[in-house]
């Protein structure tokens, strides 16, 4: 009786959904691509892909086995190459007609439906979030999402008896448990939670059940808190910036267009593309600004610096993007350094656009701010940027939230490319993806012994403890402000924020800017980290600057027989000290990163320390990477750390020559502090003179300003100003 | 009196020399480049070049500094700007006519000649060799090549005072300078060598002093025993390799090249460029050869590792070697990566060319043995490739002699490149070149302490001293010696050289091969290192791996809190000792590099010790890259390493999967053992099963063996057996 009502239930959603496929490649695309191929070299390019994978699957034995490995090990891969050969087998079964692509999912489903009922917990199975075939349920939900756009390739080729097996066996128990067990995640307004609905909804829309899809798009309450839509309410600022930052966001674009785009198959009713004023096109945008001219994601929070813009699932989010809004011909180039579209519509659609087309904009990177935060009120992080692609500078500011579960205990923290290099890094995640020597190729636990500490980062370690005492609960209820950003003169641009939680009674204001001027080889860096508190603490500002050191101003004990660690606790523990000084006066250090040289000029206080550092310490597997840093550290109530990095000069070892080794800027000190106005001297060779003054309580760039200096009066408007003495 | 006899002496030697310019660029061929410009587009890209240089030098004040500065400094770097510039602005005057070229030399040889009779020795000068303007002579030579060529440029344009005031005052005095004063360096069969009787001798033919040109060529004392000639018998073994290796031949073959075209167009009778069987063609095409597919020289010896043969002397070496020889399409592929030529008769026949020309032949890198020694008898390198430029494996092995004052302490070390990448690495030099802050630019004290010690490099170290206790003389008396080299067979080649010399009592050869199998990944490279001694020694092998390590096989002890240095001395003190393990049985250590993994499998016997290094300890002044080993150590009598390096599987990062992070083989041992044959077995996965058999006393291919291995018989022929019992 049960089983009749179900299908009775069955025959009832069917009505109104329209034949398969239609879940992202749809029988009239599937149809259309079949038409086009030949015509479009991109396209054939990217069936061909589609066939390498699927003709060598079809040489081997099906394997599915029991669940075994974690990460990296063999079942895992296995079980991720079958879903992906299903999923190519599946278009290739709907663009090709041939019947072997049909057949090879189905065995391969066979074995799936016999599995899968008996399996428990996944042996190596995550504490929080285990999976069945995988060690993490995330896997799971990415199986799904691919294996049920197979099942929908070959529905109507499959008889009824094993479509009610795999259905049986498959999908409805796997996305039960998504539903059931998994249902905080499910729930969850994260990437995860992301793949999760997106699985468990474009389940629902393949088998005609509302119910799967009613909670996928409103949450398993369908109290519209959780669900597809409040995580695109929640997850994004109203510029779309992804809470997590750019690594993550990448990840998780896959899932948002996937399940956008079957939305739109099969609900054109909702809009999805244009809900909450087009945020997926949005979301797109920030993801690809959020990028160094490597394409890299700029690596704050768990990311993993390997990754960039060429990741497949850019591929789909490109060409949705494209396809469903005003086909913007800067996603072209995108797609042409991809050489691959989604089998789609969409993706026919940009290998139409791209057959022919010789004037292909270039993708522009813009200095640029994104809020962070569902109402765009939790800070957010700052981009400056001078030079073109092939020499980039990139200052990249953090003043967001913590960034859910990936976040690091980084506010303020900033980082500086150029040369299309790193040059002040941000050590991104501890993490070998894969690599099952490594962890299971999970994070390793020094992600969250070092990588995610305040003192991996180029901010302020107060008292020798991480911001938040690095409690993630705790930093996930605050955020940083900003304060202002201008980058409207590309000669001076500059952006401000602050942060007052992190360390209880210690108020933090950090104003970076990029400053141009004709007497520099590029554009410096000002750095101005203005701290307030009323007990005295330490205060510790590490740089983790990329390339060999050079030289320093200073005099210094090196350990050069005998190394210790810095600490015990909050990172300390993973820093070697190589060396160690105490700088009065000026500091001024200088190292050579490919063709250029950089130099760090800071002012010091009396009795400042100043530290030599290795990344390393406390790691006997050999996790880290032995990146170098240089850290000032001062004992005070309030303290201004003024700095400067400016790259300058030119090493050439083939032509053999070098131009200004030594930095332009010689001396940079705090004329002025108060609540109200900081006050920054900068001088250099060439007279260079500079005085920069930074309103500290009123952002508004109209009001008006004067200040007393040592006896000199000035005037000016707006919160930041700069004032070239020597002209 | 004397000065009429001198003027006499000029007039007579002039009869018989033709006119000016007749150096480099001559008369003719000025003229021929004239009547193309606008015809070849990497001739008028070269004369642009030219242009630019000067023209931005004629719009500031001509500076002729008082000498102060050493390497990197600006009286340095000045003095190596003006003679650019003179040499540029001559090529133009002769190619455009323009007046203002020939004017802009003239005043600054005016200034030259006002200063130079003033100098004394630099102030910052070498012990060895001070120069007068510059802190060392070498950079003294360089600029009289190119200022002399300067000068023969506008002779005829000069009026009388000023062509006697400049040779009275500058060439006449620079010259004796260098034979006077610096008699030494001027015979010595060196580079600084060639470049200074190079500008003796090209002075000689402007100036027409036969014995100027008499000197260079056969020596100061006209007995042949030094001068060009007897450098092109002794530099260079009779393949063409230059003993101090890649990256000095780069910097050799450029006074090489400009003194034998100035002989060329002088007397011609002497047939330079035949001279020795075309020694100049072979030194070149053998320079070419000792580069990695990046271009980048092959680092033995005291090279800078940035150095490829994209630097300028290459461009002069191609042009000539192209057009005095066979006109090699090949070396068009270089002119073409150069995109420039030089302003002479041949590098207009290149530029001629190369215009139009489609189908230029990519460079041929080739696995190839060269000999060193003038007699080809003192040992020499091995180099093994297998793959394409995009993903080539190089395996390259030392055993010639000690190269010169830049030699090193290495014989028997080898390196091995994969992916465009160095894998095990050579250290290479400790130096930054024209970075005043380091040194002045010069060689490090770590380049002598570290650098050139044996344990820098990937050779067995005995008792932790270096081969012949570091003693350079000492070194210069011997050589390794070839035993076999053999790569017809692209998917089984291996090489093999001896050392008895570099330890008194202490025998040591060293086997390497590369071997393809089609169950491997790529082809892995086989390592056998056999020692003999009479007595107990310590035996330590490093292996200075690039990229992060991964995982060892064994137990160890890390020092993660407190880390020390490995020893006092031969290098031993700039280790820091990061970890250290007993390993009785097989060692496997992995590590990962790009998209592919490597593991290095080696035998260990009882009480083996294994130790991980990190380079920078003893380093005061950051001078070194804290790159990283491992190194095993024995204590024995005799005693055979039998190591493989196998690159393995694939880490794909942006794809998100990982393959064959293990390594296929899992075990090598030594199965035989005598002073006649080495037997070694690999096993691995797969089935892998392998016995490879050295023959230790008799390299003679044609030679039939028999050996019975624990009751199994082998019968084969020649030096070196590889079995697969397997199949």
Redesign the interface.
Known sequence: MKKLIFLLLILFYSVGFSQHPNLILTKTDANKIKQSLGKYPILDRSVQLSKKIVDEALQNPVDVPWPKDPG?GYTH?KH??NYNEMYQAGLLFQITGDEKYAVFIRDMLRKYAEMYPKLGKHPKAKKQTPGRLFWQSLNETVWLVHTIQAYDCIYDWLDEKDRHLFENNIFIPMANFFLNECRHEFDLLHNHGTWMVAAVGMTGYVLHRNDFIKKALYGSNLDKKSGFLAQLDYLFSPDGYYTEGGYYVRYALWPFFLFAEAIKNNQPELNIYQYRNSILKKALYSALQVTYTNGAFIPVNDA?K???W???ELIVAVDFVYANYEHDPQLLYLAKLHNEVNLSGAGLMVAKALTGKTDIPEFKWRSVEFTDGPDGKWGGVGILRFGNKNDQETLFMKYGSHGLSHGHFDKLTFLFYDQAREIIQDYGSAR???????WG?RYLPENYSWAKQTLAHNTVVVDMKSQYLAKKKLSQQHHSDRYFFNSKNQNLQYMSAKENNAYPGVHMQRTMALINDKKLYRPLVLDVFKIQSDEVHTYDLPYYYMG????MNFKYE?Y??????MGEQYGY?HL?N??EAVVDSQLII?W?NGKRFYSLISNTSKGSEVY?T?IG??????NL??D?GIMIRVKNKNYVFASIIEPHGI?D???????D??STIKKISVIYDSDEYTAINVKGKKNIDWVVIIVNQNANPNAMHNLNIKGKIYNWKGPFYLVKKER
Chains 1, 2 share one sequence.
Not at 617 to 622: A, C, E, L, S, Y
């Open positions: 990296g891969e991720k190459q993993l390997e990754k960039t060429m990741s497949p070998f993806l894969n690599v099952p020597q490594k190729g060999h050191l050079i030289d090196a050069t027989t005998e190394r210790h660690i523990q070697w190589q060396a200088t050579l030599l290795e310490g406390t790691d006997p597997n050999f990477r032995n170098h090493f070892p083939i032509k053999e020559f070098t131009v080794p030594y």
